[in-house]
Every structure is written in C-alpha cells, then in structure tokens.
C-alpha cells in the first residue's frame, strides 16, 4: 500500500516516468534506448519501496512509547530541559534511511499540546545538533504519565515533512499522523521517569518497538 502522505509525490514521479519510458521505447534506440528505460523503471521501484505503508501491530500496554519511525538508533543520551519537557530527561534519536519506510506514528496515548513547524538548515540527520539547527517539526504530548516531546526532523536529502496534527488532538498510540520525504530523522525526549528500552544502533519499527517503559503500570 502507497501513504496517503506521498499519493501526490509518486503520481506526479510516477507519470514523468512512464512518459520517458514511452519516449525511450518509441523514439531512440542503443543505449540512449536503455537509458531511458532503464532508469525510470528503476525510480519507479524505487518510489514504491520509499512510500509502502506496511500494516503494524501496535503493543497495547498503557506505560510504553513506541518508536515513531522506523529506522537506526542514533543515540540514547541525557538531555536538559526543554521546551515542552520542563525537566531533565533523554532522548532517544532514530535515523532513517532512503530505504526505511518513511510513515510516522504516534509514539504514546495522550492529547496534542505543543505543536511548532520550524524553518532551517538541511545538515545530515545523523549529526548531533541536526535536531538544533535543521529544519523540523516539533510534538508533545501530554499522555497519563507525564508530557512526551517528539520531533519530525529533514536531514542532507529529506526537504519535505508532512504532518496533520494541530493542538488539541486526541491520538492514540502506533497511529498514522506524517511522513518525511527522502532520509530523515526522529527524537524523542522523555523525563528521567521513563526507562529506555533500546541501544545504540538498535534497528526500530514505527508503532511497534518499544523505545521507553514508565514504571507505573
């Protein structure tokens, strides 16, 4: 199944394609022939393992937060407070590559009360600071176990990132809510009540691994 996130993308990619394809075939031969063949075909496929939306089964438990992205844990560090989360806590950081499945998910049960789009700079999503400095979109939310603040962050190639959540929300855990186009990165932060349940260079899927555990059940 395509994402209802990249349906305009992957047409428009997809009707660009096919015209060359049929320019290719009808109109060239030798290798200008393959070229243009050749390589459309490949971004065709390409596209549609960039944009699949595969089904995931969600954990039900109320004290976890699931990842929302699928992809490689960057790190898992201490972090001060900031804007959302008005104590010490950590964050975990998940990168993903032009070949992971791209959709976003809700990481917890709760209601939207911070949202913040934020215009910036294309560094790599692996660096450090890229959660600083590059261009993202900023969550929390306020589930029963206290306030989650997570992030939509473009990296080097990534320069699209969609979303449609507004304050006042009402989500529910391992839901669909954005995706980010083309390489890209998640953070999640959490107060020091929240036990990470992941490593370093861990591979997560959005909706389905578990990235925190709250001791109160």
Request: aromatic share 12%; hydrophobic share 45%.
């Amino acid at each position: 199944m395509i994402t209802k996130y990249g349906y305009s993308t992957f047409l428009t990619l997809l009707i660009i394609c096919i015209i060359i394809i049929v320019i290719g075939i009808l109109f060239t031969s030798g290798l200008l022939n393959i070229f243009l063949i050749v390589i459309p075909a490949f971004l065709i496929l390409f596209s549609i393992n960039f944009f699949r939306d595969p089904e995931r089964n969600t954990p039900q438990a109320d004290n976890i937060i699931v990842s929302p992205a699928d992809g490689k844990v960057l790190f898992v560090k201490k972090v001060n407070a900031n804007k959302y989360v008005n104590e010490e806590g950590t964050q975990i950081s998940i990168f993903m590559s032009p070949l992971n499945v791209h959709v976003n998910r809700i990481p917890i049960n709760g209601k939207i009360e911070f949202v913040e789009y934020i215009k910036g700079k294309y560094i790599a999503a692996f660096e450090d600071k890229a959660s600083e400095v590059n261009e993202r979109s900023e969550f929390g939310i306020k589930s029963k176990y206290g306030k989650v603040f997570f992030t939509q962050v473009a990296g080097f190639v990534a320069r699209r990132i969609v979303y449609n959540l507004n304050i006042g929300d009402n989500v529910t855990i391992g839901k669909r809510f954005g995706m980010i186009k083309f390489g890209s990165r998640a953070d999640v932060v959490v107060d020091n009540k929240w036990h990470a349940k992941v490593k370093k260079d861990d591979i997560v899927k959005a909706g389905e691994t578990i990235l925190f555990e709250h001791p109160e059940n």
